[in-house]
């Protein structure tokens, strides 16, 4: 694409607002997730990136405040602060702590940035290959949140189950929340944080993906599914969507780490034009062995608290729910 300027952005469109969050460890892999937004953006569109950091060097926050450009701003905002400020203030109703609201962050991006009232949340472990204006500008169609099926969820008989205990539905409506599409204006206007903040603290299921479970329990009725090319999920195998708008590398083989998993070599394509592949390259060269046995340790113990959950958890959403709990948003 060509290189946009500051007169020739089409200031009557709304700003793409996009949010991530990284600390230290992860600062590089967010690189390249902005350069790659910013190398597929339409540069006669605003954007506007806000980094979540916690605990991230001056060095890592110049660099990625240093990908800014004429239609887009790499905004950083210390998360911690902006957690102080809504967890002390003086109406605040949520009944959340610190620990609680840097846990759920992005739960509460509706209030801790009230002046915003649409916005995307993307993981850090993203590459994107298309515009995610077209994402920003997707109808909701009434709805609260926009995300994509999680097609991890149904080739693991342990997470078919865990779905319907937990849930008590099939994984057909369970969705990822590594990419959102979040109106947050209305998310206000019902009180959602409230809703969540009493639920989480009068009932606490045992949960295997903790605010993306939340997520799926609170907005199963009030969620849009939306194309699976805008959450690409790389732990699914097979590349079965033609053109991704959003490649997504859940789980456990991280392409920084495993050069050679399924679509790693976009993201390496994306990494060489970040201003971190030298960091990138040394990192991948120091991965020790050791921790590939790791990641699979870590696949098996997921499966585990899957079954441990089907066997034995109680409360969950499911029982919740049957026992005349409000567990879905009240509109």
């Known amino acids: 694409m060509s290189e946009p300027n500051a007169t020739s952005v089409n200031h009557t469109q709304p700003t793409v607002t996009v949010f991530f969050a990284a600390d230290e460890t992860y600062a590089p892999y967010l690189s390249v997730a902005i350069t790659s937004l910013l ?13 979540l950091e916690r605990g991230m060097s001056h060095e890592h926050q110049h660099q990625l405040a240093g990908l800014s450009q004429p239609n887009a701003t790499v905004e950083m905002c210390h998360i911690s602060d902006k957690i102080n400020d809504l967890v002390n203030s003086d109406n605040n109703m949520l009944v959340a702590d610190y620990k609680t609201t ?36 997707t109808d909701l169609q009434g709805n609260l949140m926009g995300a994509v099926h999680d097609q991890t969820m149904d080739v693991q008989e342990a997470l078919i189950r865990y779905c319907q205990a937990e849930h008590g539905f099939d994984t057909r409506g369970y969705i990822n929340s590594g990419v959102l599409l979040m109106d947050c204006e209305r998310l206000r206007e019902i009180n959602f944080v409230q809703q969540f903040t009493e639920l989480l603290n009068t009932y606490h299921p045992e949960l295997a993906a903790v605010d993306q ?26 590349d079965d969507v033609a053109d991704p708008c959003i490649i997504h590398f859940n789980l456990f083989n991280k392409p920084w780490n495993y050069p050679d998993a399924l679509r790693a070599d976009i993201w390496w394509k994306y990494a060489a034009q970040s201003p971190n592949y030298e960091e990138l390259l040394l990192r991948l060269q120091n991965f020790p062995p050791i921790n590939r046995e790791l990641d699979e340790l870590k696949k098996g113990r997921l499966m585990n608290q899957a079954w441990a959950i089907v066997d034995h958890a109680d409360p969950t959403f499911a029982s919740l729910i049957k026992a005349g709990v409000q567990v879905r948003v009240k509109m």
């Open 213 to 238: 479970d939340y997520i799926n329990a609170m907005l199963h009725d009030s969620l849009l599914l939306l194309d699976p090319r805008f959450n690409v999920l790389s732990a699914n195998g097979p």
């Open 102 to 137: 840097t846990l759920y962050f992005r739960l509460f991006i509706p209030e801790l940035f009230p002046d915003i009232d649409r916005a995307i949340y993307l993981d850090t472990d993203t590459v994107i290959t298309d515009d995610v204006a077209q994402l920003f500008d």
């Open 39 to 51: 190398a597929n953006s339409n540069p006669l569109r605003r954007y506007h990136i806000i980094v």
